[in-house]
């Protein structure tokens, strides 16, 4: 009997993106699986049931969770989890650290969970890579949102009324958010700064049109992420991006560390060395922001600077985040299908380094800790 591969409707009001799109529904009807997703499953990425061709199952609530593979954009609720019979492998971006009860559920269920932000960012894996791909969208997205609350423009313009300079725009985090904040500013026509603790991401910096921020710390750390810097690197950090921060129009922050909290940045004080009609727009509000002042999902104005800390940015662009995503679910889902069956390599270090939960034990060693199992 061939595989069955199920996708339900997203639970999570704010959350627009879904797990299939009807190109990578076609692909995976090739590859020998059958498909059945949840009647509307992807109407809010504008992705409607007709366009998947009669080939997907339009199935209800109770009965798209009975499957040998699920895929989800968010982590399931528990009650859903219950619903899926032992050794069925669920996808997603399962944030494991903010759903430890979650995590319990498919622990005790006896559930394959892979969580797709514990793919290991490795070569191998850059079509897997779920963190990269939305990443993207957010760091182009962060630029929009601070164009449109910005007091300036950010573009040169020679008029009659005589010249407006270009707005001066600060990429903190020169991930792959930033690095696509910084392309994006400077195509809007706005003099670029940025500047990441991590000095091996200067030359990307400059190659983009920035003016990479130079200073004395090397934070290089594992997997791509910057280490926690020591208090006295801290200060340091903070001293000379005071000046850089106090001289922009607008500041993009982008520093996340999945798991765990956001690294405080920008203070109080540097806020309110901004100009009046400043904006700062904080993408690691998830973790907390980088700014002291960011208050997640809110937009607050501070000694005349307006602080935008937005959540769950791609859901904003449901059309091509859901593209992206849905493409690095079935990069992922291929590893494991062969003549459509489902084989689990527990060798591959992409398969066992993203594996969340699996026959009752919890894998990933930091959500074990959390959990104290």
Known sequence: MPLCVAVPKEQTPSERRCALTP??????????VTLK??????????????????????????????????????????????????????????SPHQHLEQVKALRDGKITALAMELVPRISRAQA?????????IAGYKAVLMAADKAAVFFPMLTTAAGTIRPAKVLIIGAGVAGLQAIATARRLGAMVEAYDVRAATKEQCQSLGAKFIDMPIKAEGQGGYARELTADE???????????????????????????????II?????????????????????????????????LCHN????HAPLNVTSQMPVHASEMYAKNLYNLLILMLKEGELHLDWTD???????????????????????GA
């Not at 340091?236 to 993009?252: F, G």
């Not at 993203?354 to 800790?369: E, F, N, P």
């Open 37 to 94: 997703i949840e009647q509307g499953m992807g109407e809010a990425a504008f992705f409607a049931d007709d366009r998947f061709g009669e080939q997907v199952k339009i199935s209800d609530k109770k009965d798209v969770w009975q499957a040998q593979v699920i895929l989800t954009v968010q982590m399931p609720h528990i009650d859903d989890i219950q619903k899926m019979a032992a050794g069925t492998v669920l996808m997603g971006l399962l």
């Open 349 to 371: 270090e992409i398969i066992a380094g993203s594996t969340l939960t699996h026959d009752g034990v919890i894998k990933h060693a930091a959500t074990r800790q959390a959990i």
């Open 304 to 307: 005349g600077v307006t602080i």
């Open 128 to 136: 897997i890579d779920v963190l990269s791909s939305q990443a993207a």
């Open 23 to 32: 190109d990578i529904a076609k692909r995976l009807l090739q590859s020998g």
């Open 234 to 264: 801290k200060k340091q950090q903070r001293d000379i991006l005071a000046q850089h921060v106090a001289a922009s129009h607008v500041v993009i922050t982008t520093a996340a560390i999945p798991g765990r909290p956001s690294p405080k």
């Open 267 to 299: 203070d109080k004080a540097m806020v309110e060395a901004m100009a009046a009609g400043s904006v700062i727009v904080d993408l690691a509000a998830e973790g907390g922001g980088n700014c002291e002042l960011t208050r997640a999902g809110e937009t």
